[in-house]
């Protein structure tokens, strides 16, 4: 996604490296355009910038075979901020992944640091910092590519540098990406697309705003399109998805860049009464199945799996009457490529067919494939949800993510080991924080155990289970629709094309 907007260039920057992943992937694109770039990196932890520098240099070798010019990579250990390693270097293209919401980033050591063209960055707006350098070390006619939390779109801390960016013209588009796609994975980051402003011609009177959210296209087609338009003489906006803003619309009192707020629905809501009243009874009789689907239960002293016994999950693995798949680590390798479906933790949250994408190079493995009877769980979320695959999702691939569950049906019910496993008791069991600093888990499923009853009772309890998960869901339907319903029958009464009964 990232590459796809910069394009080549003869030196690629990336200042928080990592393990290098972002760079070799830019050196390998451009030997197999025939090409090199040369890489430049700077990472602060000594063995991630070990890994850096070994997977670059073997790059490096590979593009010697073909090529007598090709330049060694540069690769420096520090804080890129603190202690900038590549004062002098200017890069074509500049990339970054760095980290969100450090506060103790130096803002009082570098209160008059020469790369605040912009403004000094408040404390609490250290991506506006890290923004800063990557303009600082951009060539003239080089690209540089951010990934930035939603927030910093917005928040009131950043208006100044955000308007000095925008009204300069070196912020020129700004990305929104589904949630998911990336850490933090329960928010959709945003893109950041900046060039170096040339003195010598006008500001740029737009910029561009894409939201993917709202497009079943392929993320990466959608972006390249939209941006390789905008800086043609072709462009023409996708409403819903892209569009230019003139930054007058911008420079308000908020300069807010969320693509949200400036893309209109591709739909707009239904201002025809007479859809609006069909609307209506649709509602009703989605609220007559509401009322209808909760289990019919009642109070009982000891229900049978209060002391039923419990069987370890790691046990049952052991014993192969329950086997947990994940979808399997793609290979780094350079060759042919192939692009499938793969089923998403949205899928699963929404009972759809797969809509997500996987590359992997030709001799990796696919992903499991989903049968009738498998439960699908999130990896990541804020508690433990089990669901059994929808006969959409049969055949899909396994993408990353999720992590199936497959029991033996001849002594479990796939319903009832759903329920029992999304118990909300388990998230303590189960889970352990994760990386994403949200209140997010990581759930590993052998950790838990399942109570043992017999399979006749295990049907009564999975038919019970499942229509609380279809209660919920509908649930979340009608909390949907009633919200759509109230803003549209809210704008028709406005407009005057519905009155008010008798």
């Known amino acids: 996604m990232i590459l796809a907007l910069v394009g080549p260039g003869t030196r690629t920057f990336d200042f928080t490296s990592g393990t290098g992943s972002i760079l070799r992937m830019a050196a390998d694109q451009a030997l197999t355009r025939g090409t090199a770039t040369r890489c430049y990196a700077q990472e602060i932890s000594p063995q991630y910038a070990l890994i850096t520098l070994l997977r670059l240099w073997l790059l490096h070798l590979r593009a010697r075979r073909s090529m007598d010019n090709a330049e060694p990579p540069v690769v420096r250990v520090g804080d890129s901020l603190l202690a900038d390693a590549l004062p002098d270097l200017r890069a074509d293209v500049v990339v970054a992944n760095f980290p969100f919401g450090i506060h103790n980033w130096g803002h009082d050591r570098l209160a008059y640091d020469p790369r605040w063209t912009y403004g000094l960055p408040p404390r609490t707006e250290p991506e506006l910092a890290w923004v800063q350098h990557a303009l600082a070390h951009l060539a003239p006619s080089g690209t540089a590519v951010v990934l930035m939390p939603p927030a910093a779109a917005s928040r009131p801390a950043g208006r100044r540098v955000r308007t000095e960016l925008i009204r300069r013209g070196a912020l020129r588009a700004v990305v929104a990406l589904p949630a998911g796609l990336m850490p933090p994975t329960a928010i959709g980051l945003h893109i950041w697309v900046l060039t170096q402003p040339d003195p010598d011609q006008p500001p740029p009177g737009d910029i561009l705003v ?134 998403t933790a949205a899928d699963v949250f929404s009972g759809g067919p797969a809509t997500g994408t996987a590359t992997r190079t030709a001799g990796d493995e696919p992903g499991p494939e989903v049968r009738h009877g498998d439960i699908l769980v999130p990896v990541i979320g804020r508690r433990i949800s089990a669901w059994v695959a929808t006969p959409e999702q049969v055949s899909a691939e396994l993408g990353p993510g999720i992590q199936l569950i497959r029991i033996d049906t001849t002594r479990f019910d796939p319903w009832f080991i759903a329920g029992v496993i999304s118990r909300s008791d388990n998230r303590r069991i189960a ?72």
């Not at 352990?432 to 309890?461: C, F, K, M, W």
């Not at 998960?469 to 979340?476: A, G, H, V």
């Open 210 to 343: 894409v939201d993917t959210t709202t497009t079943d296209r392929p993320l990466t087609e959608t972006v390249r399109a939209a941006w390789s338009a905008y800086r043609s003489h072709e462009y023409a906006e996708l409403p819903g998805v892209h569009r230019t803003v003139p930054l007058i619309d911008i420079l308000d009192d908020q300069v807010d860049l969320t693509p949200q707020r400036h893309l209109p629905h591709a739909n707009d809501p239904a201002t025809d009464p007479a859809q609006i009243i069909a609307k209506i009874g649709e509602f009703d009789h989605l609220l007559d199945h509401l009322r209808r689907g909760l289990p019919a239960v009642q109070p009982v002293p000891d229900g049978p799996l209060r002391g039923a016994p419990q069987a370890d999950v790691a046990d049952l693995i052991r014993s192969g009457s329950i086997t947990v798949h994940r979808a399997p680590t793609r290979s780094r390798s350079t060759g042919v490529t192939v692009t499938g479906i793969v089923l």
């Open 431 to 502: 889970g352990r924080a994760s990386s994403t600093g949200n209140g997010a888990i990581r759930i590993d499923v052998r950790r838990l155990s399942i109570p043992v009853v017999a399979l006749e009772q295990q049907h009564a309890y999975g038919h019970a289970f499942r229509q609380l998960i279809e209660f919920r869901t509908t649930l979340e339907r009608a909390s949907a629709t009633g919200v759509t319903l109230a803003h549209e029958i809210s704008d028709a009464l406005t407009s005057g094309t519905l009155g008010l009964t008798s």
